[in-house]
């Protein structure tokens, strides 16, 4: 039987329901084995909450790989989020480089901005450096944000169709081979995923929830991960992660005040039925 292992990095937030405390049960729950390499360790996320530790593991990251290699060990698939440090992003590189099957798919989050802005402690020079992993990207999935940061472009808060071409093309332009855009809303009522792959755009739009949750970026990537290796086109997987992470956002709304994230466990059965599982 084909049991795909595949890597994921991205920091550990103790509490907060994003990077590895989704990834890991997510891709998991799909039935692919999932490794972990923790890029650092936070005791909250840091949307939000104030006075948060941060423990930057940018060091253990190439004695962790040169184990690795000494030992042989493979991935059908490395799948990196929110990562701590530029520096840390060379050595990414490396791993892909050293680790990864001759097929493998490199899937890359650029975890790192959102509505204009970048998350707390980025700066440019974290940016250009995303940009230079982006460019090693089989599927990259930045949200509108992440894309204009990326590829230096304008952010609009209103938009048409050649707006968001023009993204994609720049996307391209830098390196990753197929794109999927999240938050593409062209309706007060409906957002959306766009897919571009092969040239070919394709949209799926779907309901807006008003109240959105944190750390949704990574319950989509995650399920789009699992799909993926699951055998889905990655039309198929950009659809299904939406539908998941629509529900998860809709789980969340009821009247708990859950801020800080969204509840993903609820519906990870519902996951694995979009799966056929
Ligand atoms: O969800 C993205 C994310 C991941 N990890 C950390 C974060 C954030 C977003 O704020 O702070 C530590």
Not at 64 to 71: Q, V
Not at 72 to 101: H, M, W
Not at 171 to 200: C, Q, R
Request: hydrophobic share 40%; with cysteine; proline share 3%.
């Amino acid at each position: 039987m084909d049991y795909k292992k595949i890597l994921t990095i991205q920091d550990i937030s103790c509490v907060g329901q994003c990077s590895l405390t989704v990834a890991l049960p997510i891709i998991s729950a799909c039935g692919v084995e999932t490794c972990v390499l923790p890029s650092a360790v936070l005791s909250t996320h840091t949307g939000g909450f104030k006075g948060f530790t941060f423990r930057d593991l940018t060091e253990d990251i190439p004695l962790i790989e040169n184990h690795w290699n000494k030992e042989g060990i493979k991935f059908a698939a490395i799948y990196t989020g929110y990562l701590g440090s530029t520096k840390q992003i060379d050595y990414v590189i490396s791993i892909i480089n050293s680790t990864l099957e001759a097929d493998a798919k490199i899937i890359i989050d650029p975890a790192m901005a959102d509505n204009g802005t970048l998350y707390y402690g980025f700066d440019d020079a974290f940016v250009a450096a995303m940009a230079k992993l982006c460019a090693k990207a089989d599927y990259v999935l930045p949200n509108i944000t992440e894309a204009c940061f990326i590829t230096g472009s304008e952010y609009k808060t209103e938009y048409d169709k050649a707006y968001i071409m023009d993204l994609l093309q720049k996307l391209v332009a830098n390196g990753s081979k197929n794109v999927i855009l999240t938050g593409v809303s062209y309706k007060p009522e409906t957002t959306g995923v766009v897919v571009y792959e092969n040239g070919k755009y394709e949209y799926y739009e779907h309901k807006k929830i008003a109240q959105g949750s944190h750390g949704t970026g990574d319950v989509y990537a995650s399920a789009f991960v699992g799909a993926l290796m699951n055998g889905k086109p990655a039309y198929d997987a950009a659809r299904i992660a939406a539908d998941y992470t629509v529900k998860c956002i809709e789980n969340t709304q009821d009247g708990s005040n859950h801020w800080y994230g969204c509840k993903f466990e609820t519906a990870i059965a519902d996951l694995l039925k979009m799966l056929g599982k």
